[in-house]
């Protein structure tokens, strides 16, 4: 079965912060993907990789910076953390860019 | 018009009957469709997935598929309490480096 683990499933953290959220997955994966889910607003894409070190921006990506130097691993980072940024932050992969993503449990961010 | 629409529901059945959910979808060109099933607070988890006009039945589930009318369904017999969930209905695009997500249709299941 693939698994992807997030770093972790409660995080708050301070306006201005700058905050890291690790996202690893086993079964080499060659593409990885990160979501925000807010109510209403359904899953928004915010950067994905293709490959070691290469990145695309999504849908939102302002705010926010992706570091991908393992195949395995896929960071995603808050520059300076804002209460707009509070939400349920969602990592995936998949084997090609098309096909079939799987989850990992979320991370739901509270900034204050 | 968004990518991908879905009724956001929430659409009430009753326990053991047939829960059907629509998609529709503007990119002709789409390639590959999935459901993925979300309980509240938890990440979505896929159900199926299909590619092909046509049914494809999986257990409980049965995918429909119509290209040319732009829509995909997803049918849940023998609806049980345990599928009140949201449902998220998702393609690949022509350009196939990503996946399209729908805003999901809320299912509530009844005893």
């Known amino acids: 079965d693939v698994k992807v683990t997030q770093s972790s499933r409660y995080l708050v953290k301070r306006t201005g912060e700058k905050v890291f959220l690790e996202c690893v997955q086993d079964m080499d994966h060659e593409n990885m993907f990160w979501y925000r889910q807010d109510p209403g607003l359904g899953l928004r894409l915010i950067y994905f990789?293709?490959?070691?070190?290469?990145?695309e921006k999504g849908d939102i990506p302002e705010g926010y910076s992706v570091s991908r130097e393992k195949k395995e691993r896929f960071s995603l980072i808050l520059e300076s953390a804002s209460t707009n940024q509070t939400s349920m932050y969602l990592c995936?992969?998949?084997?090609?860019?098309?096909?079939?993503?799987?989850f990992g449990p979320g991370t739901r961010l509270t900034v204050t | 018009q968004k990518e991908v629409e879905q009724n956001s529901g929430p659409l009430s059945v009753p326990e053991g009957a047939i829960a059907s959910l629509n998609c529709t979808y503007s990119d002709r060109g789409s390639q590959s469709f999935f459901w993925y099933r979300q309980y509240s607070g938890k990440s979505p988890e896929l159900i199926m997935f299909i590619y092909s006009n046509g049914d494809k039945e999986d257990g409980r589930f049965t995918a429909q598929l119509n290209k040319a009318s732009q829509y995909v369904s997803l049918l849940i017999r023998d609806s049980q309490p345990s599928d009140s969930a949201t449902y998220l209905c998702?393609?690949?695009?022509?350009?196939?480096?990503?996946?399209?997500f729908g805003g999901g249709t809320r299912v509530l299941v009844k005893p």
């Open positions: 998702a393609l690949r695009g022509a350009a196939g480096n990503k996946l399209t």
């Open positions: 990789s293709y490959d070691v070190k290469m990145k």
């Open positions: 995936a992969s998949s084997l090609g860019g098309g096909d079939e993503q799987y």
